[in-house]
């Protein structure tokens, strides 16, 4: 169940296969991808653990896809919810894109298909996305797919030897069902 979630004539959005570690691995390695990601592993071994982290979700109701280019079948990035709460019924979201892809409306589909998933089939009620307060383009990806920003957290991850601000964003299912 969800081998694919989503697919037009330049990506689709399917489950990681061990297939996809190179490539993960390059993405993670990319400066200008991750600048606002905080830090994360960047080795080979890193990436094959993260695939193996995509799959293992969707047995705590959660779920990471990956995005692949329909013309070279190879993983460009990732979208998906993590960290359910049952008693909440609330998850966050979080993704990742190569830079050649951005500004083509890619992630935006991405993002509408998880929530999809996430309010229609897993019976989300929340889900929210910590954004860095320097990242403008998350910013407006999540402002275009309905996500109200709540406020900012003061100082609240450790990266690169500075504290950073995150802002919470979140949309809700009745906000998702208004779409």
């Given at each position: 169940m969800?081998?694919?979630i989503?697919?037009?004539?330049?990506?689709?959005?399917?489950?990681?296969t061990?297939?996809d570690?190179?490539?993960?691995h390059?993405?993670?390695?990319?400066?200008?991808?991750m600048?606002?990601?905080?830090?994360?592993?960047?080795t080979?071994?890193?990436?094959?653990?993260?695939?193996?982290?995509?799959?293992?979700?969707?047995?705590?109701?959660?779920g990471?896809?990956?995005i692949?280019?329909?013309?070279?079948?190879?993983?460009?990035?990732?979208?998906?919810?993590?960290?359910?709460?049952?008693?909440?019924?609330?998850?966050?979201?979080g993704?990742?894109?190569?830079?050649?892809?951005?500004?083509?409306?890619?992630?935006?589909k991405?993002?509408?298909?998880?929530?999809?998933?996430?309010?229609?089939?897993?019976?989300y009620?929340?889900?929210?996305?910590?954004?860095?307060?320097?990242?403008?383009?998350?910013q407006?990806?999540?402002?275009?797919?309905?996500?109200?920003?709540?406020?900012t957290?003061?100082?609240y991850?450790?990266?690169?030897?500075?504290?950073?601000?995150?802002?919470?964003?979140?949309i809700?299912?009745?906000?998702f069902?208004?779409?």
């Open positions: 969800y081998e694919c989503y697919e037009d004539e330049i990506i689709r959005l399917r489950k990681a061990m297939d570690a190179p490539f993960l390059e993405l993670i390695k990319d400066q200008k991808v600048a606002f990601y905080g830090e994360s592993e960047t080979y071994e890193g990436a094959k653990s993260d695939i193996k982290w995509f799959n293992d979700l969707f047995d705590m109701n959660a990471r896809w990956v692949e280019d329909r013309l070279s079948g190879n993983y460009i990035g990732d979208v998906g919810v993590f960290g359910y709460h049952k008693k909440h019924k609330k998850g966050e979201i993704f990742k894109l190569d830079s050649k892809f951005w500004n083509k409306g890619i992630m935006s991405c993002v509408q298909a998880v929530l999809s998933v996430a309010f229609m089939d897993w019976g009620n929340r889900v929210e996305a910590l954004v860095d307060v320097r990242n403008t383009g998350c407006r990806l999540l402002q275009k797919s309905r996500f109200v920003k709540e406020g957290l003061r100082d991850e450790f990266e690169h030897g500075h504290y950073v601000d995150l802002e919470m964003h979140a809700l299912h009745r906000d069902i208004e779409l």
